[in-house]
């Protein structure tokens, strides 16, 4: 596996790619990797010749106060799970390397990056969105995979990558949850013991959500309140949103007409946390 | 010579560009071509192998009150002067072509795109920033052809393939002139005959600003004063600005150190111009 720094080393590497005409899977993370990650790497690599994981702890998608500096870096664990997960490559670039100095330019989506999480955390989408355009043409991928655990995320990288007609696909991978149905998260590990049994109730309230919509409820606000109250019985009372939306645009809807999304950011402890489910009717 | 309206098309042509491992040069315009248009394909044809030229009116760079429905749209002259030229191939996107329904994505370059023209036409480079990405992204040559004439998008267009690691060079082609020194410029048909005359002191106030930096001149200031004094004494009184900038970023400085292009922004008649040239201390 090899472990690239530089633009010109991925470069050569990339191009050595394109010369053997081989497919190339992309999976930009910021490290601290779990199973989730593990699993777009599986994805990557059933579907393509080249799996590249990209670890970049981006300083612009962080807010002021937000956790960048304390946001978990473990590279030697992490090295060692591509590794035996059976990564190509890892792209591990220093912050001038994708920020050369006197940059000016970045790339927004409105309203879907201002709204749920990007109210929440203004600037967080332009910063997500800036960073993957330039990793999508540094690496140049045919396909890029995202975790459906960030769902706005995914949502927002697809509507950019339409946008601008970028020249790849972008694969959403499900979530990979605990026993409990808590998604992973590299910010699960902020979480004291009784927090992380707290954190459990995200999930029940998505499936709270979702039982009733099998049952004919077709009112969002009505969805919304079942989930909220499943997450205020369990003490979780930071809660940023619950919102049930349109599943493809996330756009709010009177009435449910496809199957919609529930998506769900609280605070507990230190950590703020989020989840979504698409909910569906069988 | 091919022309080419839709995405698929586009794709196959440049496929076979690609497998054939021709270097392809892309010269975006927006049509009612001139000489100085020529000169970008004569550019593209002696770097690269394939030249694309497209021709795209775009409706996002213009303002409300702008001549968006009155730029002069002139395809029969067009097609005719690139096949002389010995263009390849004609990229002519309808609008959804180029922005199917729901687009959300915008691309901004600050401060620069702000500045001087920008800050007279807000949106403008945010309209020229995002439908240049996009075209990028559909054409994927390797070079793309600007003309100096508009020096700050050239500029711009420079800073954001920097800023994105976009995958291509951009080569700036000098600005063509007439007799008189008038700069070719699709919007100079809406001047009358007088108005006419009267546009080529453009051309002279930047001369005398050239002379003054010669002659030891270094206050920018003074600079753009001294070329002033020339459009005012042939009477153009609309100048929206005449600017002496850093010639490579376009921002202000106190006292030159560098040579610096001066650039003028002026009303006559109906048609807004614009002018620059780089000084030289030779």
């Not at 699993?39 to 010749?49: F, G, H, I, M, T």
């Not at 709010?252 to 402890?269: F, H, N, Q, Y």
Request: charged share 25%; glycine share 8%; aromatic share 8%.
């Amino acid at each position: 596996m090899k472990i690239i720094a530089d633009r010109q080393t991925l470069n050569h590497w990339m191009n050595g790619c394109a010369k053997e005409g081989e497919r190339v899977g992309f999976v930009p993370t910021m490290g601290a990797l779990h199973a989730g990650h593990l699993s777009l790497v599986r994805e990557a690599r059933k579907q393509c010749r080249r799996t590249i994981v990209s670890i970049f702890v981006n300083p612009t998608q962080f807010g002021p106060g937000e956790d960048f500096g304390h946001y978990p870096r473990t590279f030697e664990a992490d090295r060692d799970l591509l590794e035996k997960a059976g990564c190509d490559a890892i792209f591990l670039p220093e912050v001038e390397t994708i920020y050369p100095p006197g940059g000016q330019t970045v790339v927004a989506v409105e309203p879907l990056g201002s709204q749920l999480c990007g109210a929440a955390r203004p600037g967080h989408f332009q910063g997500v969105a800036t960073v993957v355009m330039i990793l999508f043409n540094l690496v140049r991928p045919q396909v890029a995979y995202f975790g459906l655990k960030d769902y706005q995320q995914y949502t927002l990288i697809r509507q950019m990558v339409r946008d601008l007609a970028m020249p790849l696909e972008v694969v959403g991978v499900p979530t990979v949850r605990e026993r409990d149905g808590l998604a992973l998260s590299s910010r699960n590990r902020y979480l004291t013991e009784a927090e992380r049994l707290q954190a459990s109730a995200l999930f029940r309230a998505m499936n709270r959500a979702q039982d009733h919509y099998r049952k004919g409820e077709s009112d969002p606000r009505q969805l919304e309140q079942s989930a909220r109250e499943v997450l205020l019985e369990s003490g979780i009372d930071r809660i940023d949103y619950v919102a049930v939306r349109e599943a493809e645009t996330l756009q709010e809807r009177e009435c449910i007409e496809t199957p919609p999304v529930i998506l769900i950011a609280v605070r507990v402890g230190k950590a703020r946390l989020i989840d979504n489910m698409v909910l569906s009717l069988y």
